[in-house]
């Protein structure tokens, strides 16, 4: 397990391909003044250049206004994503979450544990630290003050 204290680490000591790690830090998320989401069950991926993406089990989701919605991506490594929308009020966040509902064998703990993008929310913390979005739109990891990088997702890192 995760200790709760952040101690340093660089993403370019994150593996690849990425490992599943279970923490016991506390996760909150939060939006139009709404907890969204609070647990300390959570799931992290750690990849190379990256930093984590924080994995929820849904019993620890306000599930009422997460909205399925079609489309998916692929990971090669966890398969097949499938996305929802945040409903809050007359707020609609698009695609702003998304699960791996038959991930493989290597991230089966993470089935249907969903992750949130940070930036269009009023905020995402890991032990009551706000966390900073992973730069670029397609990413979702969440950086936190005891992360080194730089990050994929910053300019000129396409290519990484």
Known sequence: MFNQ?????????????????AIDAHIE??????KIADTK???????????PVYYLPPDDVQMEYL?????????????????????????????VAWYYPEPTEKFGA???????Y???MDGCYVNG???????????GGWITSNLIGPFKGEPGSWGW
């Open 129 to 139: 630290e706000k966390v900073t979005p992973q730069p670029g739109n397609f990413y």
């Open 29 to 34: 998320i939060v939006y139009q003044g709404i």
């Open 41 to 51: 069950g959570a799931y992290r991926v750690l990849e190379t250049s990256h930093p």
């Open 67 to 95: 909205i399925p919605v079609s489309g998916q991506s692929f990971c090669e490594w966890k398969g097949v994503a499938k996305y929802y929308n945040i409903q809050v009020g007359d707020q609609v966040l698009s695609k």
């Open 5 to 21: 204290k952040l101690e340093q680490e660089s993403v370019w000591d994150y593996p690849r391909p990425p490992k599943l790690e």
């Open 118 to 120: 940070a930036s269009p």
């Open 110 to 116: 993470i089935a249907h544990y969903i992750a949130f």
